[in-house]
């Protein structure tokens, strides 16, 4: 036993090339796997992405436009599009039963506002009346939009040559969601 503990190994020459060997063979062939993996980009949209877009098209507008999309729409639960409108500075809603219907642009009156969706006019009559009465209105009712169909919504505070006019208050121009956008973006 005392034999044992007093005896030292010694290292030959061949037992150091064989170790290195197979430490320089390790080493390659996991170097070998790295160059064949291909990396992957991971790209997060979220809140800073969503301010970033409504910035862009504030910034380049010749007028005055605010800008809501479908990642701003989705962090609160709204029960329709004009509960959406309504974290829009400069737009107020009217409600209806207890949901959001009409937007008003500025205080002025929501039958004096364009809405448009996707730059096509949308028909703006609603009958308010109960029997007997005739309360027509020509303002837009947006409780009959669920705000997770829409992509985006643009409100056009000032005119603009390119945007359909008639609406003295503004335009409101709602985008939906296009097929060739989904594997890109996402709505809410």
Not at 47 to 60: E, L
Not at 89 to 100: K, V
Not at 155 to 174: H, M, Q, R, S, W
């Amino acid at each position: 036993m005392s034999s044992l503990k007093s005896q030292q190994f010694k290292l030959k020459p061949i037992t150091m090339a064989v170790a290195s060997a197979a430490a320089i063979m390790a080493g390659s062939s996991n170097f070998a796997v790295a160059q064949d993996q291909v990396e992957e980009e991971v790209i997060v949209r979220g809140i800073r992405a969503s301010m970033a877009q409504s910035i862009d098209v504030k910034r380049n507008a010749v007028g005055v436009v605010d800008s809501i999309n479908a990642e701003d729409m989705g962090k609160m639960p709204d029960t329709n599009l004009a509960e959406s409108l309504q974290r829009v500075s400069g737009l107020s809603i009217s409600r209806t039963n207890g949901e959001g219907s009409q937007v008003t642009i500025r205080g002025i009156d929501p039958a004096l506002n364009m809405v448009t969706m996707n730059g096509r006019n949308m028909p703006t009559v609603t009958i308010d009346g109960t029997a007997g009465e005739d309360k027509g209105s020509r303002a837009f009712d947006f409780a009959n939009i669920a705000s997770e169909v829409i992509y985006g919504v643009d409100v056009y505070k000032t005119g603009k040559a390119d945007i359909a006019t008639g609406g003295l208050g503004g335009t409101i121009n709602i985008k939906t969601l296009r097929p060739l956008d989904v594997g890109e973006t996402k709505g809410t």
